[in-house]
C-alpha cells in the first residue's frame, strides 16, 4: 500500500538552529513530491515542489530514492517559520493520477525567539 | 484574489440533516478534491472530481457524496450528519497532470452536535 510518514508530530527548535523535518514514503515508480504549509489563521499552501529544485523561503527539500525520503530543511529557522508542515507525493505509477496528494500526518514546527 | 473559495468558514449542524459543503475555484482548474483534515490524521481524501460529472472515492467516502455538475463547482454532502464528521473540511483545485500540485479554499469548520 502507498504511503507516507512523517514521524514527528512536533518539532521544536531555537532561532538560528538548523531545522529538518522528515518525511518517508513508499511508492513505487517516481512519484512527485511536494511540500505544503499551513500558517497560523492561513489556507494550506504550496511550499516547494521536487520537480522544481527550487529554495521557498530558504527550505530546501531532496528526494533521496535510495531511503525514499524527502526530507524538508533550512540551516537558520525563523519563528516567522512556525507552522503546520505536510509532505505529500503523489502516487503516480506512470499513468494519470489525476495529480492526487497523499498527505502525511503533519508535524507541527515551532520557532522559539 | 481568492481563487478557491469555501462557502462557509464555520457550519453547525444537528445529527441527522443533510449538510451541503460548496466549493468555488475560478482558475479553469479540471480537478477537485474533497479533505477532511483532523489533528493526528493529517489530510484524508474524501473524494476527487477530475471532470465535469465525473467522481471518484477517495480514502474515507462513506457516510459523503459529491457533486459536480460545472467546471468550476465542486459540492461535498454529508447525507446524514453525524458527529464523527465533525472536522475541518479542505477543498481543493489543481490542473490535469501531477506536477502542479494544489490551490486550497480556507477550509469549512463543520460541528455535528
Known amino acids: 500500500a502507498q504511503r507516507v510518514t512523517q514521524p514527528e508530530k512536533l518539532l521544536s527548535v531555537f532561532k538560528g538552529a538548523p531545522v529538518e523535518l522528515k518525511c518517508n514514503y513508499s511508492y513505487s515508480g517516481s512519484p512527485e513530491l511536494f511540500w505544503y504549509v499551513q500558517y497560523s489563521r492561513q489556507r494550506l499552501q504550496l511550499l516547494l515542489r521536487?520537480?522544481s529544485r527550487e529554495s521557498i523561503k530558504g527550505f530546501t527539500a531532496d528526494l533521496n530514492k535510495g531511503e525514499t525520503s524527502f526530507h524538508l530543511k533550512k540551516p537558520f529557522a525563523q519563528e516567522e517559520d512556525s507552522a503546520m508542515y505536510y509532505c505529500a507525493p503523489t502516487p503516480y505509477a506512470g499513468g494519470t493520477s489525476y495529480g492526487k496528494l497523499t498527505f502525511g500526518q503533519g508535524t507541527i514546527l515551532t520557532v522559539h525567539p | 484574489d481568492v481563487k478557491v473559495t469555501q462557502s462557509s468558514r464555520y457550519l453547525v449542524k444537528r445529527t441527522g440533516e443533510k449538510v451541503f459543503l460548496e466549493c468555488v475555484q475560478d482558475?479553469?482548474?479540471?480537478?477537485m478534491f474533497w479533505y477532511r483534515q483532523d489533528p493526528g490524521l493529517g489530510l484524508r481524501l474524501i473524494y476527487f472530481s477530475y471532470d465535469v460529472k465525473m467522481k471518484e472515492k477517495g480514502d474515507i467516502p462513506e457516510g459523503y457524496s459529491v457533486s459536480r455538475e460545472k467546471k468550476e463547482r465542486f459540492s461535498l454532502i454529508l447525507e446524514s450528519a453525524s458527529t464523527n464528521q465533525t472536522s475541518m473540511y479542505l477543498c481543493a483545485s489543481s490542473f490535469e497532470g501531477d506536477n502542479y500540485g494544489y490551490t486550497f479554499g480556507s477550509g469549512t469548520r463543520l460541528t455535528v452536535v
Open positions: 521536487h520537480i
Open positions: 482558475m479553469d482548474h479540471e480537478n
